[in-house]
């Protein structure tokens, strides 16, 4: 894959040029059958290049959400970053244009029939404050949803973020953060991995304000990066073996050689 060749079939570029990108997309959503509260999920990233650990995030969420017994998931939004932001945070060397970037999301939900890619964020003018594209989504689904102000959201996020302190306006607006725990750590023993885990999450409820409204999902370890996928990808000689052991998902792989 050429990150300078944006050049792409037409199904694909259609889904690039959306007539209006303020509208939600629905055609993934779910109809209620139940009288639990609806649910929806809403997922930023860069995603460059998307991996298994993102869609186990998704996957882990749902069934998370579900167990609850208290809400009816209906669906869930990926929310790609802006290339402005990419370029500020990536080497030029390893820049991917938003064309590969949402061609490679595609391909990676398309059998979760539950899941649409919220193009608003991706394509404003320029590089966006989080919390104004939060304040917009949530904005969005209260006036376009069916029974939009019934809907709870929660905001998914990885490991990474446990790093960070609790992003309050968030919060405020209506979100839930949802943290879904899938990336081993640096440390020697499990053990120890778990501790820091524990130390990081009692540290970021300590924190918040609402420490009532997060919470906390321990999925499966698959310690993916997409850092990792990018250096990898950058070899000449890699294989698609090699590569496969970074993404996890073979149509990425495919995709990306």
């Not at 991995?193 to 009532?212: G, I, M, V």
């Amino acid at each position: 894959m050429s990150t300078n060749d944006c050049i792409l079939s037409l199904p694909i570029k259609t889904y690039l040029e959306p007539s209006e990108i303020s509208i939600l997309p629905q055609h993934r959503l779910k109809a209620r059958r139940t009288n639990l509260i609806p649910a929806i999920c809403f997922y930023n990233g860069s995603f460059a290049p998307i991996h298994a650990g993102h869609v186990n995030v998704l996957q882990s969420a749902k069934q998370y959400i579900d167990s609850l017994g208290t809400h009816e998931l209906l669906a869930a939004y990926m929310s790609p970053s802006h290339s402005e932001y990419l370029a500020a945070k990536l080497k030029s060397t390893e820049f991917l244009s938003i064309a590969h970037r949402l061609a490679m999301i595609h391909l990676a939900v398309e059998n979760l029939d539950w899941v649409m890619v919220d193009l608003y964020e991706t394509f404003q003018p320029r590089t966006t404050r989080l919390g104004i594209i939060m304040d917009a989504f949530m904005k969005r689904v209260r006036s376009q949803l069916p029974d939009g102000n019934e809907i709870d959201v929660f905001w998914l996020q990885g490991e990474d973020a446990l790093r960070f302190p609790p992003f309050e306006i968030a919060i405020r607006l209506g979100f839930q953060p949802l943290y879904v725990l899938n990336r081993n750590s640096n440390e020697n023993t499990a053990g120890s991995n778990q501790d820091k885990r524990e130390n990081q999450w009692q540290k970021k409820r300590a924190c918040s304000l609402f420490p009532e409204r997060s919470h906390l999902v321990k999925a499966t370890d698959l310690n993916l990066s997409s850092t990792a996928i990018r250096r990898c990808a950058s070899e000449a000689s890699v294989t698609h073996e090699q590569l496969q052991l970074c993404t996890h998902l073979d149509n990425i792989t495919s995709y990306i050689l």
